[in-house]
């Protein structure tokens, strides 16, 4: 079990932590794990930026680490809650959808990103109340009519469905626009990004990058979409080796026969080009159906009766006459008074406000036990509800601030 402090600069004049350069900072919180203490925090002019850095005690030394993911932004002071792999940040002043993030040190990207780079490493990822539904993953070859399917769901689930912005290295086209069509990239930044563990796919095509990165996931999930990803088997293969949690679904032709046929119907590739994509389509379907990377496989004969069968996979045959319902987003807002405890997987925030009369305490109770995800994306599915008061237990506790 980890232990959480927060100390003053005057604390560490005379302290085990001496040497550690300490100018212009006021206040930062030290949580110990393991054998090594993090200290985060750091501060110039009243503004608390969240800097790390590592006491391993087992060298006696301090280690400067990679931090990866994304920082948080300068706050006004913060809260640590050591967790198993993770420290819980609650930062003071900061606005309700931004005061929740981990600090990852031991989790399976952590321990990836050591072993790629053979240097300390920890990653920031933001908390977020709630789950996301899980991503779908769509495949199949060219001609078997995915595309078709997926423009049915976005037209009779407009609400419910999105799609992730690509990034890639090449120059944009005409009416092109960064952020709506790609997410259009330096090659030296996305190659570092690939490496970073922050791409869940990515290819090479005509010496250029083409990939999905997980923010790109994230920002459809923050939106109370669920997020459709459009990609070839050896994508989905990458998919699937990744943290992402989604289902896979391969689109399969009722037979080759069928499919040289709608290729030639569309009237778009030379015969060059078709009798390319069959011989590709027969390689994708050998692996789509013999690899183990998809959940389902679907055969589209007749269109209608597929994308029925993809709607029950799906989940949403109930949503044919009622609409679903939108996502419930909630958010904690905390004051710069308070005080932090835990008890197991639940951490007790205690909110004080001081007014004219009395003081009032407010207390919440987020729940950490079923968390998913991480960096270098969002970590999902917290729990948060008000409680009226503490339990005979929690009044024994320690308390974290």
């Not at 595309?147 to 976005?154: N, P, Q, Y």
Request: hydrophobic share 35%.
């Amino acid at each position: 079990m980890g232990k959480a402090t927060e100390f003053l600069v005057d604390d560490l004049q005379d302290g085990p932590l001496n040497g550690f350069d300490l100018k212009n900072r006021t206040c930062q919180t030290t949580t110990i794990i393991g054998d090594k203490t993090y200290v985060i925090g750091g501060a110039d002019d009243g503004t608390l930026s969240i800097e790390v850095q590592i006491f391993d005690h087992n060298l006696g030394e301090w280690v400067h680490p990679t931090v990866q993911g994304t920082k948080p932004m300068s706050c006004k002071g913060h809260s640590a809650v050591p967790l198993e792999d993770r420290i819980l940040i609650l930062k003071k002043g900061s606005k309700p959808d931004d005061q929740i993030w981990f600090l990852e040190v031991d989790t399976q990207y952590v321990r990836q990103q050591q072993k790629n780079l053979g240097t300390e490493v920890v990653a920031w990822s933001k908390g977020v109340i709630g789950n996301a539904e899980k991503p779908v993953v769509i495949s199949g070859p060219s001609g078997v009519g995915k595309g078709t399917l997926i423009s049915m769901l976005m037209k009779e689930f407009p609400s419910m469905f999105g799609f992730s912005v690509s990034h890639t290295t090449r120059a944009p086209r005409n009416m092109e626009k960064d952020g709506v069509h790609y997410h259009f990239a330096e090659k030296s930044v996305m190659e570092k990004a690939i490496k970073d563990g922050k791409f869940l796919e990515f290819a090479s095509v005509h010496g250029n990058l083409y990939g999905t990165s997980v923010e790109a996931v994230e920002l459809v999930a923050d939106a109370g979409k669920r997020c459709i990803l459009d990609i070839d088997v050896q994508g989905a293969r990458s998919v699937r080796a990744s943290s992402l949690e989604a289902i896979f679904i391969f689109i399969c032709p009722p037979s080759m026969e069928e499919l040289n046929k709608r290729l030639r119907d569309r009237g778009t590739e030379t015969e060059e080009q078709i009798l390319k994509r069959l011989r590709n389509a027969e390689a994708e379907i050998e692996q789509g159906k013999s690899s183990h990377i998809f959940d389902f496989i679907l055969y589209n004969d007749k269109l209608e009766e597929c994308y029925e069968k993809l709607k029950k996979l799906l989940g949403l045959d109930a949503f044919v006459t009622a609409p679903p319902k939108p996502a419930v987003h909630r958010e904690i807002n905390l004051p710069m008074d308070h005080s932090v405890s835990k008890i197991d997987d639940k951490i007790i925030i205690n909110c004080i406000s001081s007014g004219l009369e009395k003081e009032s305490k407010n207390l919440i109770m987020l729940d950490v036990s079923s968390i998913k995800g991480g960096a270098p994306g969002r970590t999902r599915g917290l729990d948060l509800q008000a409680i009226d008061s503490f339990s005979d237990g929690l009044t024994e506790m320690d308390q974290l601030s």
